[in-house]
């Protein structure tokens, strides 16, 4: 009986040893992550040390603004044509009423710069398919309506202006074209959306190639198993952006492998050059670092549930600047970028909160953008004041201070061996305590805040090393 137990004990073990290894065991794909880890090239070492971008959603659905026939939809504004059951045809025509006689590209480029952000991401089209650009591949399109300018030309020459970089939102859903397909059932479905495949195609193209400076494509609407089945050309058109645009920056959402799989292949790795799955919503700073691995962005609305122009903010929680500021640096504290969305109205202004918003966040950045710009995760223990940033390549640690505790105390816990010099704000030095090994308290003033705060830790000497011994358990 005992050599059956150790035999079946055997048995079970290799068993396991097989399952494990049958799943690290690579599967081939054609079209699946064209390279691991993060990408190191110049275009992207900028993409990231940008760190903070505006996004803009703006189309024919601004001018509804989540309102039809005197009934308001609350759910988002851009899907208001499905929301409210709104014929194509009838929809279509909002193209014919497109006339934002407030639209300054050159004012939005200064808002964006007064914010402090280093990249716009504009909707060339949304799921209704309307294009603020001239394409030549459909009439549904800005020269047919009664502003008639290319109204992406303007924006990339104003942002470009202010030191702004330019990428590009393009959904590959389109209401508009009679080729699109949720899903392929039958051999028409197939011919029909191959067609609008090859429409696109050729759109993607011409943004690549009218837009010089484009610096990124940003897609969406690829969800549908239309596009899972065809994850080809997800392949092919990563390829061909990045042969036309070298330098070029695709995210995470254009992709499909072989098996439908989207984002990360059916390997596990990362296709597209960042991932893009965070929509309104953060990582955990604490469970969730395994983010630092690669590089991702959040993109986050100001209301609760709204990327276009709504008439009615108050049908949800609107975010206030300091709510959107903690999200921002701790987006930063773990390698992410931070896309923060405005939705303009169809008059092509922004409202008054929207500015408010930009030039309260602009205030904060223009004296503390430094632990912004250029910095990543840091490597040190998440705390309950808030969060650390880490210059590239430098040894300065930020201390972003959200959450000031009663006692005035912060509580540091330093990588093993690290060893404080000294903690300062500007001109202003704080006492730097070391209480246990590795362990520190920085001592601040009891005072109200009404603002983040920054302190800077120097490293590298003046700590007292080996004073504390730990404990044995």
Not at 45 to 51: A, C, D, E, G, Y
Not at 414 to 442: C, H, N, R, S
Not at 456 to 468: N, S
């Amino acid at each position: 009986m005992k050599s059956i137990k150790i035999w079946s004990l055997c048995l079970t073990m290799l068993a396991a040893s097989y399952a494990q290894a049958q799943q690290k065991e690579q599967i081939a794909l054609k079209y699946g992550a064209q390279y691991s880890g993060k990408r190191t090239d110049e275009a992207m070492n900028k993409w990231r040390s940008n760190r903070f971008g505006q996004f803009i959603h703006w189309g024919l659905y601004a001018i509804p603004g989540g309102v039809w026939n005197g009934k308001t939809y609350n759910y988002a504004a851009e899907f208001l044509k499905s929301s409210a059951h709104i014929p194509t045809s009838t929809w279509d025509s909002l193209m014919y009423q497109f006339n934002p006689k407030k639209f300054n590209a050159r004012e939005w480029a200064k808002l964006a710069k007064k914010m402090g952000v280093k990249y716009m991401t504009i909707t060339t089209k949304h799921h209704e398919g309307f294009c603020l650009w001239p394409s030549k591949y459909t009439d549904f399109n800005i020269s047919r309506t009664p502003y008639g300018k290319d109204i992406l030309k303007e924006l990339v020459e104003a942002y470009n202006a202010e030191g702004i970089d330019v990428n590009f939102y393009y959904s590959v859903l389109d209401w508009h074209h009679p080729d699109w397909r949720y899903d392929i059932k039958t051999p028409e479905d197939s011919i029909a959306f191959r067609r609008f495949l090859d429409f696109a195609g050729n759109q993607l193209q011409e943004l690549a190639t009218n837009y010089p400076t484009v610096k990124a494509f940003w897609f969406d609407g690829t969800w549908d198993n239309s596009i899972k089945k065809n994850g080809w050309w997800t392949y092919e058109m990563e390829k061909m952006l990045k042969s036309v645009r070298p330098g070029v920056i695709v995210n995470s959402r254009l992709r499909a492998d072989d098996y439908g799989k989207r984002h990360f292949d059916s390997n596990g790795q990362l296709m597209g050059d960042y991932e893009s799955g965070y929509e309104r919503r953060l990582p955990n700073p604490v469970k969730d670092l395994q983010v630092t691995k690669w590089d991702w962005e959040a993109c986050m609305t100001i209301p609760e549930n709204q990327w276009g122009y709504h008439k009615d903010w108050s049908i949800s929680h609107i975010k206030t600047p300091l709510e959107l500021l903690e999200m921002l640096v701790q987006t930063t504290s773990m390698g992410g970028n931070f896309l923060l969305n405005f939705g303009p109205a169809g008059d092509g202004s922004f409202r008054p909160e929207e500015q408010k918003i930009a030039n309260t966040i602009g205030d904060w950045m223009q004296q503390n953008g430094q632990v912004i710009y250029g910095c990543d995760y840091a490597g040190w223990e998440k705390q309950d004041w808030g969060y650390f940033t880490k210059r590239t390549a430098s040894n300065q640690i930020n201390m972003v201070v959200f959450n000031v505790p009663v006692s005035g105390i912060l509580k540091i816990k330093a990588p093993a061996g690290t060893q404080l010099k000294k903690a300062y704000a500007g001109t202003k030095q704080f006492k730097l305590e070391e209480v246990a090994k590795d362990q520190y308290f920085i001592h601040l003033p009891v005072q109200v805040y009404t603002t983040p705060q920054v302190i800077v830790i120097e490293t590298g000497g003046g700590g007292k090393g080996g004073q504390y011994q730990e404990a044995k358990t």
